[in-house]
Nanobody, 118 residues
Framework: VQLQASGGGLVQAGGSLRLSCATSGVIFSIGDVGWYRQAPGKQRELVAQVTSGGNTNYAVSVKGRFTISRDNAKKTVFLQMNSLKPEDTGVYSC?????????????WGQGTQVTVSS
């Protein structure tokens, strides 16, 4: 089982980045997938999530700026981040989980650093 995140980097405030998280070893289509971030000195927080049914959930701080999407055929989840702010800086990690039946899984990918300069 593997979740491989990519797309992080350094960007100026107001810029955009697109994160990708490719999965393998899980039945991607049945799981909920999301992006979390952890800023220095802070706890990890949910940024955005998309359920197996396509319902989305966003942190208040990113609503209207970030868009999460999934491609079940490619087993990949994306996070389009626009109008980035310095407070969006952090390590972004993807997560995939399925708890509603067999097979259950709860998997984290490695993080990708996002740094937004002012």
């Amino acid at each position: 089982v593997q979740l491989q995140a990519s797309g992080g980097g350094l960007v100026q405030a107001g810029g955009s980045l697109r994160l990708s998280c490719a999965t393998s070893g899980v039945i991607f289509s049945i799981g909920d997938v999301g992006w979390y971030r952890q800023a220095p000195g802070k706890q990890r927080e949910l940024v955005a999530q998309v359920t197996s049914g396509g319902n989305t959930n966003y942190a208040v701080s990113v609503k209207g700026r970030f868009t999460i999407s999934r491609d079940n055929a490619k087993k990949t989840v994306f996070l389009q981040m626009n109008s980035l702010k310095p407070e969006d800086t952090g390590v972004y990690s993807c997560h995939a989980g399925h708890a509603g039946g067999w097979p259950r899984y709860d998997v984290w990918g490695q993080g990708t650093q996002v740094t937004v300069s002012s």
